[in-house]
């Protein structure tokens, strides 16, 4: 399959490489030195339990230079880039390119999807991978996890659903768990349940991988998050394949000392950070279902308070 990877950092890069590993046709789409980089050495990938490797040459280009028409366009954007990748989808998607968004933010493919022409087909997805950009060029992924969840949404035209099931094979044979779900909604929320919790916990109190395996405040406080998109679920009509909280403290404690997720990294540089989508999305969503969200309400007090963008 031809693949154009609109982010080519920490989710699409890791994307990206074990694909074009694996042999698909993928472009990656970045910029500054990171995409300097990329053209001139390649796109390495230092994965700690998969050895590292390097695509290279390596199809490069920015999203405004691309000019393809791609089987599958992989949207790994931050939020706040999300009208970029609408006009990149815009001007380069077929009517047989599936559009697929795998974003932190819950909902992302009904955005996408509202803004483009009902031609186009904008899945739902979401992504476990711990990926960041160690130096232009040159992609960490310091933990295992690599799984991919994506469907269609309830009621969508799934014209293309042949394409999708078969999508699901070639991530699995790039060495990429991907699973194509009837269930998607469920699934993504299930996903935003722990790395928007983590990312607000650890963000409010600074705090890293390691101080959520221990009794104390920060487990508390993302225990506390979760169980409030829990209840966000519930209210929405969702059934989950297993219980939240279980599975997000399952999931940190399997962490190695030292994780942070992007947001933290963001915030801490001084970049714009996903704390809207992340955070305050979750507050305005319970008050439009009448769902108490005081941990998230604190958090996102706090964060108008500091300024975080």
Not at 29 to 38: K, Q
Not at 83 to 103: C, K, Q, S, V, Y
């Amino acid at each position: 399959m031809k693949f154009a990877i609109a982010g080519s950092g920490g989710t699409g890069g890791v994307l990206g490489a074990y694909l074009a590993k694996a042999g698909n046709d993928v472009t990656f789409l970045a910029r500054g030195r990171h995409l300097e980089a990329i053209r001139e050495k390649g796109l390495t990938l230092e994965s700690l339990h998969n050895g590292n490797f390097t695509i290279f040459p390596a199809k490069a280009c920015t999203m405004e230079e691309y000019a393809d028409t791609p089987d599958v366009l992989l949207v790994c954007v931050k939020y706040y880039d999300i009208d970029a990748a609408i006009e990149l989808a815009r001007h380069t998607a077929g009517e047989n390119t599936i559009i697929l968004p795998i974003l932190n933010v819950y909902g992302t493919g009904g955005v996408m999807q509202a803004a483009l022409p009902d031609n186009l087909t904008v899945l739902d997805g979401c992504m476990y991978v711990f990926g960041m950009i160690k130096e232009p060029g040159v992609i960490s992924q310091p933990q295992s996890i690599l799984r991919v969840f994506y469907g269609f949404r309830k009621g969508q035209d799934r014209r293309l659903e042949a394409k999708a099931r078969a999508l699901e094979q070639v991530f699995n044979a790039a060495g990429i768990e991907g699973h194509f779900t009837d269930n998607i909604a469920a699934d993504h929320l299930q996903k935003f349940s722990f790395v928007s919790p983590m990312g607000a916990a650890g963000l409010y109190f600074n705090a890293k991988s390691e101080d959520f395996q221990k009794e104390g405040q920060v487990r508390d406080t993302f225990v506390g998050l979760i169980r409030e998109v829990q209840a966000i679920g519930d209210a929405m009509g969702l059934t989950f394949k297993s219980d939240l909280v279980k599975s997000g403290l399952k999931l940190i404690d399997a962490f190695k000392p030292g994780g942070m997720t992007s947001m933290q990294r963001d915030v801490a540089a001084g970049r714009q950070s996903e704390f809207a989508g992340l955070v305050d999305s979750i507050v305005e969503l319970g008050k439009k279902l009448n769902v108490p969200t005081p941990y998230y309400a604190k958090i996102s007090q706090w964060g108008k308070e500091n300024n975080i963008k």
